[in-house]
Nanobody
Framework: QVQLVESGGGLVRPEGSLTLSCAAS????????MAWYRQAPGSQREWVAA???????NYADFVKGRFTISRDNAKNMIFLQMDSLEPEDTAVYYC?????????WGQGTQVTVFS
């Protein structure tokens, strides 16, 4: 079972930027796709962005044009570049396979956007 460790979260002002990283304990090329998800306080976890083994990407409508997902196969890592952050982006961000695998959730990384 793959272990996933997210990092890079923090506090940021609106319109600011952050880059999240996710390190996998195994070769990420074994997975058809990887993705970022997020869970805001009091809300269900939701999908944010996905990247396929061939680096095709797909985004939730609420982050299109602001977030960019990428991968480094040599390092077994995926990334989420987040620009033009909004208070509504405040959440714990997780990486996982896509579709998600229930036993692969890490601890996530907290992103807080505040004025």
């Amino acid at each position: 079972q793959v272990q996933l460790v997210e990092s890079g979260g923090g506090l940021v002002r609106p319109e600011g930027s952050l880059t999240l990283s996710c390190a996998a304990s195994t070769n990420i090329n074994v997975f058809v796709a990887m993705a970022w998800y997020r869970q805001a306080p009091g809300s269900q976890r939701e999908w944010v962005a996905a990247i396929s083994r061939g680096s095709s990407t797909n985004y939730a409508d609420f982050v299109k044009g602001r977030f960019t997902i990428s991968r480094d196969n040599a390092k077994n890592m995926i990334f989420l570049q987040m620009d033009s952050l909004e208070p509504e982006d405040t959440a714990v961000y997780y990486c996982n396979e896509y579709p998600e695998k229930p036993n692969c959730w890490g601890q996530g990384t907290q992103v807080t956007v505040f004025s």
